[in-house]
């Protein structure tokens, strides 16, 4: 645990425990993330343009629902398949 000292303009000194602060602005920072996340995997799910991901080996690893309409397959039927594959 270690403190930061400041002076203010009327020379009061205030201390801050430092773990305190970076708890706190860690957590925010969590938060922010988390909220960045959820908003993505909406925009991602509610497209109407297919969002396919794979790996370095063309391996499918995520499908959203429009991939589902735009080329038939759901998810689970395309999810681990070579990309190349699906015809």
């Not at 303009?9 to 708890?23: D, G």
């Not at 370095?56 to 959203?64: E, G, H, L």
């Amino acid at each position: 645990m270690g403190y930061c000292s400041r002076v203010d303009s009327n020379n009061f000194l205030y201390k801050v425990e430092i773990s305190w602060l970076f708890k706190d602005v860690s957590q925010q920072a969590e938060e922010r993330l988390h909220s960045s996340e959820r908003r993505l995997r909406m925009h991602v799910e509610q497209t109407q343009m297919a969002v396919i991901e794979t790996d370095n080996a063309a391996i499918i690893t995520a499908w959203n629902p429009a991939a589902t309409l735009i080329f038939g397959y759901q998810a689970d039927e395309a999810i681990g398949k070579n990309a190349v594959d699906l015809r």
